[in-house]
Every structure is written in structure tokens, then in C-alpha cells.
């Protein structure tokens, strides 16, 4: 089974609107930290927001946030006025805690390609 | 204070042939991961070094290898290189080995296998 989904290939929005990218996620660790990058045509991937496993509130970084929902294993973003600059792939990745080993590795969903329209 | 940097950016190898990329992290930041990003794979972890010693491996021949200096800058080498070695490779730095370290991704060193 998949580590993490992320079910939408592609997404359209218009500029100064807000998206939400899905993200749905896989563990029986009770120990995980879920991320999002944001990777550019250029290649780099930069980090955008976190969330703990054992956080009760949703992560926010600007105009970032992220909808953890536990119960149901998701970590949706939240881009709140798009601006042409976020056109990029956007990927969640999660960290698992120690299940037997040293986990540290992050996976990767296989992304989101987010186009903002003028 | 300086990103996680990647040399070389571009590389053009062909198949038979070994390749080093390098990978100096952010200042201060001793762990150091590689991921392979292909269009077909996604992004795959390869292996994780801290303290001069590889802790985590990824899914991956031993073809590949990696090690890890004392100023924790740290190199890897792809030897006797296949066509499907083609890749993005891209090295990510955190401050400590933990859960919820955030990993900060470098520019990433393009290799072609032809």
C-alpha cells in the first residue's frame, strides 16, 4: 500500500483564489511528522509547512496552512491567495517514528502539479 | 546563512562509466539525505548519513554508495552507470537525526546516462 497519496495529478486556480491540495496518508506509528515542499520547474524543493503527529493545531506558515484531520489520515494544503508564482509540483511527505528501526527517511506522495491562472 | 549546495548541477556520464556528486548542507547541520527523483519512480529515498556513519538505506544496489565527512559535507557514487540511473539527484540537510527535523533540499544534481 501507498505511504502517501496525494489523488489530484493536476489543479487549476485562478490568481488571488484559495486551493486546497489532498494528501492522505498511511502509518500505524503514533510518532509521524507530515510535510509539504513546493518544487519549482527549476528543480529545488522548498520546504513549506509541518505538522506533528501529536499536534491538536493545524499547522500555519503565511499563506500555508494544513488541515491535519487524524481520524481520517489526511494532511490537506491550503494555499490561501494563489499568486502566479505558486505554479509548482507541491509534495506531501511523511516521517514515521521508530517502528523497529531508524525511520528517518521522509516518503514522498507522487505530487500535485498546481497551475495559478491570471 | 547559506542553503544546502549541490555540485556539480549538470552531468552528462555514459553507461559503464562512475560518477561522485557532492553535497555541502547548511552550516551547523549534521544529517544529510539523497533522494533519486525520476518521472516514473517519484522520489525515492537512497540513504541517510550522520556523524561519518550511513544510518538509514533505501531500496538501492549497491551500485550506490554514499559517505559523510567530518565538516559533514558528504559525496556519492553511482558506479558501472545504467541508462535508468538518469536522474534528478537531490541531497537534503536537517539540523539533527529526529522525527520532526524539517529536511532542507539543495538545488539537486541532474544526471543523463546516455
Known amino acids: ?118 | 546563512k547559506a542553503g544546502v549546495t549541490q555540485t556539480p548541477r549538470y552531468l552528462i556520464k555514459t553507461r559503464g562509466q562512475q560518477v561522485t556528486l557532492s553535497c555541502s548542507p547548511i552550516s551547523g547541520h549534521r544529517s544529510v539525505s539523497w533522494y533519486q527523483q525520476t518521472p516514473g519512480q517519484g522520489l525515492q529515498f537512497l540513504f541517510e548519513y550522520f556523524s561519518e556513519t550511513q544510518r538509514n538505506k533505501g531500496n538501492f544496489p549497491g551500485r550506490f554508495s554514499g559517505r559523510q565527512f567530518s565538516n559533514s559535507r558528504s559525496e556519492m557514487n553511482v558506479s558501472t552507470l545504467e541508462l535508468g540511473d538518469s536522474a534528478l539527484y537531490l541531497c537534503a540537510s536537517s539540523l539533527d537525526r529526529g522525527l520532526y527535523n524539517e529536511q532542507f533540499f539543495g538545488p539537486g544534481t541532474r544526471l543523463t546516462v546516455l
Not at chain 1, 33 to 53: A, N, R
Not at chain 1, 63 to 76: G, I, T
Open chain 1, 1 to 118: 500500500a501507498q505511504k502517501i497519496t496525494q489523488t489530484q495529478p493536476g489543479m487549476f486556480v485562478q490568481e488571488k483564489e484559495a486551493v486546497t491540495l489532498d494528501c492522505t496518508y498511511d502509518t500505524s506509528d503514533q510518532s509521524y511528522g507530515l510535510f509539504w515542499y513546493k518544487q519549482p520547474s527549476s528543480g529545488e524543493m522548498i520546504f513549506l509547512i509541518y505538522q506533528g503527529s501529536y499536534d491538536e493545531q493545524n499547522a500555519t506558515e503565511g499563506r500555508y496552512s494544513l488541515n491535519f484531520q487524524k481520524a481520517r489520515k489526511s494532511a490537506n494544503l491550503v494555499i490561501s491567495a494563489s499568486q502566479l508564482g505558486d505554479s509548482a509540483m507541491y509534495f506531501c511527505a511523511m516521517r514515521e517514528g521508530e517502528s523497529g528501526g531508524s525511520n528517518y527517511k521522509l516518503t514522498f506522495g507522487k505530487g500535485t502539479l498546481l497551475t495559478v491562472n491570471p
